[in-house]
């Protein structure tokens, strides 16, 4: 029985993003509830795709492994730009650089919040299922939540309340939080069905026609495949029927082929929406995932989005737990950074959807003949799978506290995960705090009297790692490197001059080591 003492951080919603959200609030040492209304974790697929810079978050978290045993990479993206053509974009094979994780992993949702709830549950951690949550008020040092469960209402006090609880979040309605919504005005299917096909079974379509777009992927279970169908002559009025005869004549009319659709073992029917939060905080309430921004599953970005906000939030609140004195500055830079983040996946998705829809026969020709020539270059294709993988997402300088040299990986970018001696680069980091990388600089005592100070404080990095030459000309030539807890660059700097950590610590969480 949950215990009705004060906890650290109250999850509400059982998704990736929530059950991500409370596994790294464990990991970051955390007293957790996670919380959800529903009787038991959902046995739909949802979504599939898992890319690759998630797969390095939940390798931090522990679960990647389990992941990947689970799922099954996409071997390549077939794009069909007219029925006689196929640009093959062979996954496995392109130039992914620096990640452990170098293709898509198909998965489907249930087992993606399995590995999540089995790695809470091994933490000591249990998702309270049947629990929903009712209101919640709030003052300067924590928030009282109403719960119910079994009828019967529960209140408890968290020092934080997570809204991880979907398009409709309660949390966030609770919280006085708006939403911008807007309706895209189209219609798509969802289809998880048996079937057979003339393509491999790790290999996924595109089809863009004058029927409407369709994608068909590949699922681990063997034959089974999803297919996601644009319905331009559906206005979202009348539910369509779904049956195999319906499944084969799509299949048929997009593809030109037979399918022999049978065992159909998930629909779903919707007209696309999207929107972003007018906010992701308001006092001590965080929002993330769907609660806080809303966008097209073209690509697959939408759990993505999720457990990367989570990721990102959970070392912040661990931070103010240890005693930082400018909470504001760090939940700032969350709501800063992932609505920033949040609003560019909005918007590009929102673009990819609605050139996938155009109608017009003329600008669809042209649109196909475009694509036929522009994907079948090998670093448009490069580009193309990292862009997805969201390896190249990164953050504006405005956006986020941070600082330092120009170059093609600065300060707000993903710290690249190369080869090194015994393994790779993320293996030398910190797992929980900031850590500082020297790129081809000598320790000196200035340094190591910071990185004693730092690990006193029990604020920022611990760790000095020396890193070789071969990060230099993508780090602009920068000779210190302040990595945060969720591998984002956090300053860079042409001299290896401890005073700049020191304004770092300073200007972003107040605090100023002794040594210096």
Known sequence: MPSDAPIDVLVVGAGPTGLS????????????????????????????????????????????????????????????????????MDLLGLDWGDTEYPYWLSIPQFDTERCLEEHLLSQGVQVEWNTSFESLDQDDSGVEVTLRNGGLPQTIRASWVVGCDGGRSPVRQCAGIGFRRKELGE????????????????????????????????????????????????????????????????????????????????????????????????????????????????????????????????????????????????????????????????????????????????????????????????????????????????LNRGAVLVAGTKGPIRAGCRLPNPKTVGGRLYDNLHPTRHTLLLVDAPRTPALEALGVALLETHRLSNTLISCSKTLTRQLGGAKLVLVRPDRVIALTHPTADPKVIVRYASKVIGVVPSCL
């Open 187 to 394: 219609v798509f299917v969802i289809i998880d069905v048996l079937g057979d096909t003339e393509f491999p079974q790790d290999e996924g379509t595109a089809r863009p026609s004058r029927q409407g777009v369709l994608f068909l992927v590949p699922m681990p279970e063997d034959s089974r495949w999803r297919i996601i169908a644009h319905m331009p002559s559906h206005q979202g009025k009348e539910p369509i029927s779904i049956d195999a005869a319906f499944v084969d004549h799509l299949i048929a009319e997009r593809l030109g082929f037979g399918f022999h659709a049978r065992d159909i073992s998930w629909t779903s029917q919707f007209s696309l929406h999207q929107g972003i939060a007018e906010s992701y905080r308001r006092g001590r309430v965080c929002i993330a995932g769907d609660a806080a921004h809303l966008h097209s599953p073209v690509g697959g970005q939408g759990l993505n989005m999720g457990v990367l906000d989570s990721f990102g939030l959970m070392w912040r609140l661990a931070l103010i737990k240890r005693g930082v004195p400018s909470t504001a500055s760090l939940m700032d830079s969350y709501e800063a950074e992932r609505k920033q983040l949040g609003a560019t996946m909005v918007e590009r998705t929102t673009m990819a959807t609605r050139v996938l829809t155009l109608r017009n026969p003329v600008v669809t020709t042209l649109r196909n003949l475009v694509a036929r020539f522009i994907l079948s270059l090998g670093n448009v294709q490069n580009k193309f799978g990292r862009a997805m993988g969201m390896l190249e997402l990164s």
């Open 21 to 88: 959200a409370a596994v790294e609030a464990k990991r970051h040492g955390l007293s957790v509830r996670v919380i959800d209304r529903k009787a038991h974790r959902s046995r739909f697929s949802k979504a599939l795709v898992t890319h690759a810079r998630t797969m390095e978050a939940f390798e931090a978290m522990g679960v990647s492994d389990a992941m990947r045993q689970a799922g099954v990479p996409f071997a390549a993206l077939r794009v069909q730009p007219a029925p006689s053509h196929i640009v093959r």
